[in-house]
């Protein structure tokens, strides 16, 4: 292949130990007081990181610590605006990703690079020059596939388009597309995310065997047991700036939470104990219909009372959007029926939904949530400006508006510059605790609550947390849908996993366990 | 009217058909090779309107119809160059940038026409080359062999552009910016380049197009000739699914409908179809097919600009 013969003759003068991959090794990379900013913010202040041979490194750190800045540096994607990247102890700068891969390196993106409607073979082969000069040679780049699946264990379908594959199944094309470009070292930025449990033990066996063989590898999360099961070394982030660098063993959950949040977090609740009341959200058979004019919600029956909090567990895609979205008036019901409080709501309309009680925290936070240009007093008044006391007759009533956001903005701790800002200003974080403050003003009695903590930072997820299980102390009949299932085992009190738009099963709090869920997420009835 | 079915007509409206699908064909594959980069080129009405104007003027004033088409081309190349700018690097609205580009260039095409030539002759186009052999195969060699040097090489054009798009690398890249423009980049294909090329590929088509009109169909050229088959080469591309072949059966179909309302006007000498009716035919036939056509091959990324850092 005439790429790899130019990355050969790149390298040759090292005396290299090469990979299995036939490419050299990346013996050393390290990035020495790397500085970027962006405007008005500065991303990363004098950062230093390191890397070497068979070693596998954590980057943690919250979300909008830094990270993944950093890591497009050494991606090629955005240039340092002040320190250096040296590899093998010789300083390098990257223009372009197609230098960054040049020079051994391979990155996988938390949203995945793959092009849906192209096969895993195109895939692989894009931007890559072929042995038939203008002409694509997909049946050699297939047979090579093969191999690096064979040596890896990745297993793989050179001919699959990618829109068919499983999230599992996506990664480790990403992961081939790195080996296939002769990465010597790979950058995981968030990769277990949207993985199974079992799933994130297969990708953990081939990172490990990767390391084994040589590679240098980079592993960014903000899951704490996920670092101390994988990693040799961790450097923590914070504010853009490194707060610890040291190796993984003997550190602890709460060690490493403490480090990257700057206090001490909380890592367990203390629950009222389970009252369930009556029954509060009743869905009965329900179908619903997804984009693709497939079956969906494939009928779901499940009873949520007061006093509780139901999970609903599994892995996105699964039909657990389409299930909010029919519960919430989003989406038209096929069949079955859903009664909140007594009333048949099955084919209502959002409002005489909100009339009947029931509070909704979107999936969607920044479309179905917030209108985004809005000012924060808006958002907070976007359902009920229709009557008293935000509005008489025709006319708003700014100052009572203004009083209540106040009250609402002290109230739910949303850091605000004012409740005039633009609610697109404010932090994930903080734009759901002013969702939630909307939602919970309203004193629902069933709240709908789809992932509402993902992008959002511990302190913050920590404080939604915590008015969730209030409200559960108040009565509110709440249905939980996460996809994070250390959130879900912290709060609540029954579990359903979804899978392919069904009902599994139904688990007690106290019987469900990381690894039985796991196995239901993917299909397997325990 | 029934002298319609005869054979002799019905092989003039398939001769008719396949002539007067070049325009469509030009100006249809090269917009195709635009939208699967991710960019729509509402402009080609006024591309193709530039390329009438400039390859009769040069017909008219240098008698040489090769140099003609080529001043046509390079026009449409600049005006490609122009929308690629437009969409690539100022990243404007695709659909007004698009409409702005059919006004300038149906006004500046008159313009020019006014000034510098005002009414003129009819200049000698493209003549018919009959295929040996092939051309003397009953009825098949006529309809099909018996063209001007334009309609071949626009039927050439399709196969070009299937390989193009599915064997090459270039296609791959093509495909993969339309669809993931994020993905691309990511391995260091250039999304600008990839767009730049392909609207400024699309413009030379039209150009050509426009070219096709003065040169070979028509031979002379009027205020706002192309009336509307620009447009309808957009609709073509989703109308063809964004597939070559597609693209090919549905500007076979449009320039038959087209052959067919002229031989209507011709023979219907009573005036049982009024000839509005007539002339009506291919724009409801556009209108229908963009209100009832499946739209499942739409590459993703169509009409939206590629930023690095907004994703």
């Not at chain 2, 090269?30 to 530039?50: C, D, K, P, W």
């Not at chain 2, 003609?68 to 690629?84: K, R």
């Not at chain 2, 000839?275 to 590459?299: C, H």
Request: hydrophobic letters at 45%.
């Amino acid at each position: 292949m005439a790429h790899g013969s130019k990355l050969m003759a790149l390298n040759s003068q090292r005396m290299s130990i090469l990979l299995p991959t036939g490419q050299p090794r990346i013996e050393s990379m390290r990035m020495i007081n790397i500085t970027k900013r962006f405007p008005g913010v500065l991303a990363n202040d004098k950062v230093n990181f390191d890397v070497k041979a068979g070693e596998i490194h954590a980057l943690l750190g919250e979300n909008g610590a830094g990270k993944s800045t950093l890591m497009r540096q050494l991606g090629g994607l955005y240039r340092p605006d002040g320190g250096e990247i040296h590899l093998d102890g010789k300083p390098v700068q990257f223009k372009s990703p197609a230098d960054s891969i040049q020079r051994g390196i391979g990155m996988i993106h938390q949203h995945f690079m793959l092009v849906p409607t192209l096969t895993v073979a195109e895939n692989v082969a894009l931007g890559l020059p072929s042995s038939r000069g203008l002409q694509l040679d997909l049946d050699k780049v297939s047979q090579k596939i093969e191999k690096l699946a064979q040596r890896y264990g990745l297993k793989i379908h050179p001919d699959a388009y990618v829109w068919q594959l499983s999230v599992g199944e996506q990664q480790r094309v990403e992961i081939m597309k790195a080996l296939y470009r002769g990465a010597a070292l790979l950058a995981l930025d968030e990769p277990t995310a949207v993985l199974t449990p079992q799933e994130v033990d297969d990708l953990f066996k081939v990172l490990r065997g990767m390391a084994a063989d040589g590679h240098a590898l980079i592993f960014i999360s903000h899951k704490l047991h996920e670092i101390i099961d994988i990693s040799h070394r961790v450097t923590v982030m914070r504010d853009s700036k490194v707060v610890a660098t040291h190796p993984t063993a003997g550190s602890t959950k709460t060690q490493l939470a403490r480090e990257m949040v700057g206090r001490e977090v909380i890592l367990q609740y203390d629950k009222t104990p389970y009252k369930p009341g009556a029954a509060m959200l009743r869905i009965e058979d329900l179908v619903v219909m997804g984009d693709r004019g497939q079956k969906a919600v494939h009928d779901v029956s499940l009873i949520v009372r007061e006093g509780e909090i139901f999970g609903i567990a599994g892995v996105s895609g699964n039909g657990q959007r389409e299930l909010a979205e029919a519960l919430t008036g989003l989406r038209p019901v096929q069949t079955g029926r859903v009664v909140v409080a007594g009333q048949e709501l099955t084919h209502a309309k959002p409002a005489q939904r909100i009339a009947a009680g029931q509070s909704a925290i979107p999936e969607e936070r920044m479309r179905e949530g917030v209108v985004k240009e809005f000012s924060v007093s808006e958002n907070l008044i976007l359902q009920d400006h229709g009557h008293e006391p935000y509005s008489r007759n025709i006319f708003l009533n700014f100052d009572a508006i203004a009083k209540e956001s106040k009250r609402l903005i002290d109230e739910f701790r949303v850091k605000t510059p004012s409740a005039e800002t633009p609610i697109k200003n404010l932090s994930g974080g903080n734009i759901q605790k002013v969702i939630m403050a909307r939602e919970i003003n309203r004193k629902p009695r069933v709240l709908i609550c789809a992932q509402p903590t993902r992008g959002v930072d511990i302190g913050a997820s920590e404080y939604i947390h915590q008015r969730l299980l209030e409200q559960r102390s108040a009565g509110t009949a709440t249905l939980l849908i996460s996809e994070d299932l250390d959130e879900l085992l912290a709060l609540s009190d029954r579990i359903a996993v979804m899978f392919d738009g069904k009902i599994m099963s139904i688990i007690d709090r106290d019987k469900a366990t990381v690894e039985r869920l796991g196995l239901l997420m993917a299909g397997v009835k325990a | 009217m029934s002298e319609l079915f005869s054979l002799t007509v019905l092989t003039g409206i398939a001769y008719s058909g396949i002539r007067l699908a070049t325009p469509y064909l030009f100006a249809a594959l090269g917009e195709m090779f635009a939208q699967r980069s991710g960019v729509v080129n509402l402009g080609v009405e006024g591309i193709m309107l530039m390329g009438a104007f400039t390859a009769f003027a040069m017909a008219t004033w240098t008698g040489n119809l090769w140099f003609a088409l080529f001043c046509a081309a390079f026009i449409g190349l600049l005006m490609g160059l122009a929308m690629s700018f437009i969409s690539v690097n100022m990243q404007a609205e695709q659909g007004i940038s698009g409409i702005g580009m059919h006004l300038f260039g149906l006004g500046l095409s008159s313009l020019l026409f006014t000034k510098f030539l005002g009414s003129t002759k009819a200049i000698t186009g493209f003549q018919p080359i009959k295929i040996p052999l092939l051309g003397d195969i009953p009825v098949i060699g006529e309809i099909f062999f018996n063209h001007n040097i334009l309609v071949y090489l626009a039927f050439l054009l399709v196969p070009i552009a299937v390989w193009v798009l599915n064997k090459t690398t270039l296609g791959l890249k093509i495909r993969a910016v339309g669809v993931k423009p994020e993905a691309a980049d990511s391995l260091g294909v250039s999304v600008s380049k990839i767009r730049y090329l392909c609207v400024s590929f699309g413009g030379v088509m039209a150009g050509i197009a426009g070219a096709s009109l003065t040169l070979a169909l028509i031979n002379l050229f009027q205020e706002n000739m192309t009336s509307g088959i620009g447009f309808i080469a957009v609709a073509l591309v989703y109308f063809g699914g964004w597939t070559p072949v597609g693209v090919t059966l549905g500007a076979l179909l449009f320039s038959l409908v087209n052959a067919l309302q002229l031989w209507i006007q011709v023979l219907d000498k009573d005036k049982v179809i009024p000839s509005d009716f007539a002339l009506m035919m291919p724009y409801v036939l556009t209108i229908a097919v963009l209100a009832f056509g499946k739209r499942t091959n739409q590459p993703a990324a169509l009409t939206k600009p590629f930023d690095r850092g907004s994703h």
